[in-house]
């Protein structure tokens, strides 16, 4: 070792100091795809900007037009394929050439605490560590925005017309989800995405620069902060470490890697990790996963020698007795704040309608959807849930409850039985309160009640498809007298008679052939079936509520026409808003109800012939348009009516004809695109009406 430090002495010692004035400031920026030997030095800056917490940098840069190596024709083909040819102040291009470039940059390392910037001068070295080392790249965001305009010009060539696109866009479909609570393992997913990244970029707000030359006079101002400022030796401190210390200082032993096993998805729970849970946590997690299970199979899954009574306790916690069966209860599966992933009804809500379900689900072993969501007033893919946790389908019949009746468990421990229906008792009256019914109004009459689970969805279905044959004899049968007792060449005028609902409420089945009879008989004109009779004339003999009609008039204002199903979503949708206890008079809202409110707020029937092959369901097959306003596009409204009563479909050219036709060419354009944009949607260059569209 002695001889080894004879051969290599120590030519210069060295003073080393550490300048922090531009410690949280300074960047090292690398051009990649650029010569070392051609420096952007002399290129004018035209603007930089920065976002700092993202280490994000925009260079704009002149490019030299007058170079004989630059090609001016593609330079302005390039320009009229972003901008086009109008002139317009956010064009990129303002000279009708491309005369400028984009540089963003990317992080070339995110750990930048072993780099540093060092000057030498006089025998002392200074260094300054680097903010984050760049990489600057040319930017090709004006090809995305010449696409974009190409998009634009083939969707104008094919519609034949700009606004066609803006009413396309109109009626899209839009999925509104919302989003589950997510374990930490789906947040750290989440976090690392490409869409979670992207959309943290554009959340931090740009930091315009001023930019100034290699040689500009500020420029050397700044680079005497490159030196240590604080050359007192007080203020220095001495590296007092150990030569073994400086080197593993500058070179850290490399940290052995953690195997990382790969982890399930955060629903799975193995056995063994769940019997590490106290007992209450292992029977919540198992009622949350399986929803429902006989008291049995409960006892089979958890260890052996666990006492039935602390399960007992522990389970009338977490789920409510059915049929002998332990159903998880709502709260559980819908904690408080939360919302459902398909509609984003709250939470409450969500409880009190499945609530619902497993009340009745108490009463009868079999229950149609369509009687569920009349009453609970939810959306169907959150009723469909509801009955999915405990119910299975049946063709024909509705949905069954999904375990046989457990009457060993009944018989084994009344107590809790009959604490368990004490608790429905409570339940019943609550849900009785918000949903306005009566408990009799499920028990068919002259039938005990422990009969009732016997009737079934079939029998239901067949009662509902003939009380709609019999409803469609009767209106054909009284066409046929009115026209019998008109005089030979008159108009048929029949006022239509209103038909009383089921003894249950239900709505008899529509068909094409009843919906045209009830369209004459309502006193239907050129199409059209009007609201000729007051609202004494309810079947019920009762108007529909104000509150009702006024939710009616709001909507045809925000749209003019309306589909039938839409209209139900729509107040489906009104009525999960509600607060608690508000809206008592719209719970029991019947279709025929909906539709009398429907022509009694200025509105009309647009009988629109559907093609054969059209999928559509009856109540997509109703639509209703505004049909008095006031304002001065009434009549031109009535006459879009008309055209699309005789066609599904039709060519903007065909309507503007028309209405030329009809009213002369003193419609703008305007008050068309208007007109088309309140009640129609297009579709490869075809307007529909809303809601009829066939994709």
Known sequence: ?????????????????????????????????????????????????????????????????????????????????????TYEETNTYSTKIMDKQTFTSIQATTNTSRFAAAVFRKGELHITPLQGILQLRPSFTYLDRADGKQREREAANEGGDSSQDEAEEDVKAITVRFSRPESEQARQRRVQSYEFLQRKQAEESWVHLHYHSLRDGRSEHE???????????????????????????????????????????????????????????????????????????????????????????????????????????????????????????????????????????????????????????????????????????????????????????????PDVTHRQQMLWLGIQSKLEKVFNFNKDDFIPKNTPPQESVHVSGEQRLKAAQERARQSQTSLQHALLAKKREAPPGSDVQVKQEPLSDGEDGEQPMDTSSAAAAAASLNGGVNGYSGAGSPASEHANGTAPPAELRDFVVKTFKKDSVLTLSELKRLFNLHLASLPAGHGSALMAVSDRMLQDAILLSQCKQILVPFPPQSTAAPDEQKVFGVWETGDALDKHRRLLYELFSSNFRVRRKVIQTRLAQEFGDDLAKTDVDRLLKECCGSLSGWWYLKGTTQS
């Open 1 to 85: 070792m002695a001889s080894g430090e004879d051969d290599d002495p120590v030519i210069e010692e060295i003073d080393v100091y550490l300048a922090k004035s531009l410690a949280e400031k300074l960047y090292l920026f690398q051009y990649p795809v650029r010569p070392s030997m051609s420096t952007y030095d002399d290129v004018n800056h035209l603007s930089a900007k920065i976002k700092p917490k993202q280490q994000k940098v925009e260079l704009e840069m002149a490019i030299n037009t007058l170079s004989p190596n630059y090609c001016r024709s593609k330079g302005e083909q390039i320009a009229l394929n972003v901008d086009g040819t």
């Open 223 to 413: 680079r005497q902060y490159l030196y240590c400022q604080a050359m007192d030796a007080s203020d220095n401190s001495e590296l007092v470490k150990t030569p073994k210390e400086y080197l593993a200082m500058l070179m850290p032993p490399m940290a052995e890697e953690k195997i990382v096993r790969p982890t399930g998805p955060s629903n799975v729970l193995s056995m063994a990790q769940l019997r590490t849970l106290p007992l209450a946590e292992q029977i919540k997690t198992l009622m949350k996963n399986v929803k429902v299970m006989p008291f049995a199979n409960l006892m089979g899954l958890l260890a052996t020698g666990i006492d039935s009574t602390a399960v007992l306790r522990c389970i009338q916690q977490v789920a409510l007795l059915v049929q002998g069966n332990w159903v998880v209860k709502s709260d559980v599966l819908y904690p408080k704040n939360t919302c459902s992933p398909h509609s984003g009804v709250p939470a409450e809500l969500l409880c009190r309608g499945r609530d619902f379900v497993m009340w009745r689900f108490t009463l009868e072993r079999w229950l149609l959807r369509k009687e569920v969501a009349a009453i609970i007033k939810l959306p169907p893919e959150d009723v469909k849930d509801f009955l999915e946790h405990m119910a299975v389908p049946r063709i024909n019949r509705g949905w069954e409850f999904a375990l046989p009746n457990d009457g060993n468990f009944i018989k084994k421990h």
